[in-house]
């Protein structure tokens, strides 16, 4: 691994199938154990059920007002600051219930891959 300053370009940001928007700040093979993404969502946006195989994912909050689902816990309002602990395929799902987009920072460990992505949006009943 080099040091290195990764500055945020927001025309660096794609649309994703889970309907929302992604920055991929850090991700890559020279630093394996994390990976740091900017997610944004748009007021009255759902994202699709999906969950991660072998990897947890962090939330953490930075602008707006959400809904989260996670698991088998009860929808929860997120704000900015807090932060949501995602376990391995835990299904998961936020959504955007207020005015202005909502933000957070999708923290992976290990690294996001594509290959650890399931859409579940068909069957989230009885997933973890």
């Known amino acids: ?5 990764n500055k945020l ?3 660096d940001e794609f649309y994703t199938p889970e309907q929302c928007f992604i920055i991929e700040q850090s991700n890559s093979f020279d630093d394996p154990d994390l990976s740091i993404a900017r997610a944004r969502v748009e007021p ?3 994202t699709r059920w999906h969950r991660l195989v072998g990897t947890v994912e962090r939330y953490v909050i930075i602008q707006g ?3 989260v689902e996670v698991g088998s816990l009860p929808p929860q309002e997120v704000e900015p600051g ?3 602990l ?3 395929t835990y299904r998961q799902r936020i959504a ?3 005015s202005e987009d909502l933000i957070f920072l999708a923290i992976c460990t ?3 891959l594509d290959a650890n992505y399931q859409d579940i949006e068909d069957n989230p009943i009885g997933l973890t």
């Open 82 to 84: 807090d932060i949501v």
């Open 44 to 46: 009255g946006v759902t």
């Open 86 to 88: 995602i376990p391995p």
């Open 110 to 112: 290990p690294r996001f």
């Open 1 to 5: 691994m080099q040091a290195s300053i």
């Open 9 to 11: 370009n927001l025309d």
């Open 65 to 67: 007002l959400g809904r």
């Open 96 to 98: 955007n219930i207020g």
